[in-house]
């Protein structure tokens, strides 16, 4: 049986994104969002109180502009909401692992939720064989270049891919590859941006 996931991330407050997500969101079995839902860790319900409307089971991860607990504080009236971060849920059989935040840390400042590769490896310790992986920050070498053309994305988001070979990768946080997809191995990889990808488990 294939399921259906609609998959997006950093809406960055701009509601009529989210509206547009709502939208589509009733053809699909699971909605995905990987992080950055407000700025500079405010307006995060902004975005929330349009996406609560959403009927289908949601997975969600913080980004580096609000924390996993600022997420699930904006989510608390959003039921079918599931924020993750180093944890796992399963739905209609699939399992799913969430890391939020910006791996590595990020040259913005003290307000940016980040974490170091160390702590991130740490985090994805339990990542489980055979999941999606839902994660704000892109593995290294995959849909992370920046307008400079550097590759910005995490080593152990990397490292974890090919230890476990997830059945995809969920990511955002690179603006400039938003929409583009990659593989590591067999994984397929997709940094979702702010428009969506629509995509089927097989």
Known sequence: MSVKLLL???LHANTDAARRIVERAPRFDIVIGAGDFGNLRRDVKHCIDVLKDIEQPAILVAGNNESTEELTDACHAWPNARILHGTKTTIAGVDFFGIGGGIPVTP????SYDFTEEQAAELLANCPADC???S???PKGAVDVSSRGKKL???AIRDTVLRVQPRL???GHIHESAGNQSQIGATPIVNAGPKCVAWELG
């Open 8 to 10: 997006f991330s950093d």
């Open 108 to 111: 913005f400042g003290s307000w």
């Open 132 to 134: 999606v992986l839902v």
């Open 136 to 138: 704000h920050s892109p």
């Open 153 to 155: 994305g995490s080593v």
């Open 169 to 171: 990768v969920v990511c």
